[in-house]
């Protein structure tokens, strides 16, 4: 099995920045993809980001666009999602996610492998 290892959550201001970090091992990734879902209490977990390895094509759901960059570290086997401009709503439980198979991109059943979660707070 792969293993996603998230760091980087915390607590930040908002228009403050943060970047999280999600390591994957087991298993090097040559193709499918690599992103981040956030989920807040009650609701649904919502697609963030993606970035998929055989191209490097790069997916965000439209409310971070220009707020966000999702990138990524072949050789370590890393993804970043480098976050900027943060707003009280993008607080949320972030996780990273990992398929190496095509999918629906934005939908959470489809990804194989799963990080802890890390929790990014944005204060008013």
């Known amino acids: 099995q792969v293993q996603l290892v998230e760091s980087g959550g915390g607590l930040v201001q908002a228009g403050g920045s943060l970047r999280l970090s999600c390591a994957a091992s087991?298993?090097?990734?040559?193709?499918?993809?690599m992103g981040w879902f956030r989920q807040v209490p009650r609701k649904e977990r919502e697609f963030v980001a993606a970035?998929?390895?055989?191209?490097?094509?790069?997916y965000y759901v439209d409310s971070v666009k220009g707020r966000f960059a999702i990138s990524r570290d072949n050789a370590k086997n890393t993804v970043y999602l480098q976050m900027s401009s943060l707003k009280p709503e993008d607080t949320a439980v972030y996780y990273c996610?990992?398929?190496?198979?095509?999918?629906?991109?934005?939908?959470?059943?489809?990804?194989?492998?799963w990080g802890q979660g890390t929790q990014v707070t944005v204060s008013s």
């Open positions: 970035i998929r390895w055989s191209d490097g094509t790069i």
């Open positions: 996610a990992a398929a190496n198979r095509g999918l629906r991109l934005g939908v959470a059943q489809d990804y194989d492998y």
């Open positions: 087991g298993r090097t990734f040559s193709s499918g993809f």
